[in-house]
């Protein structure tokens, strides 16, 4: 695993994070280290695992996406974050 890509997908929705690992982890290079529901339950599994790659939905309970990826950028705690609304898979950095 040292030379893979670390990913962490942030999700409320089950059957879409199961999909996004199957897509990911179809590519050798890649690799889920864990999935979160909301972005409180990311920020810890970020601080815990330090993943290179977090995949955040934009619209999520607790803490969504946008509030999600400003904690992210303000402790600099990783180099990517890609962000989408399930209606209009948009990527944003």
């Known amino acids: 695993m040292e030379n893979k890509i670390k990913i962490i997908i942030t999700d409320d929705h089950p059957i879409v994070r199961k999909g996004l690992r199957q897509v990911i ?3 050798s290079q890649l690799v889920v280290l864990a999935e979160a529901n909301d972005g409180v339950e990311a920020l810890a599994l970020i ?3 330090q ?3 977090v995949i955040l939905d934009v619209d999520m309970p607790n803490l ?3 509030e999600t990826a400003k904690e992210i950028i303000i402790f600099r705690i ?3 974050v890609y962000q989408w609304n399930n ?3 948009k990527k944003m950095i």
């Open 25 to 27: 982890e179809s590519d």
């Open 78 to 80: 990783i180099k990517k």
């Open 51 to 53: 993943p290179e790659v």
């Open 64 to 66: 969504d996406g946008f």
């Open 47 to 49: 601080e815990k695992h």
């Open 87 to 89: 209606n209009e898979r």
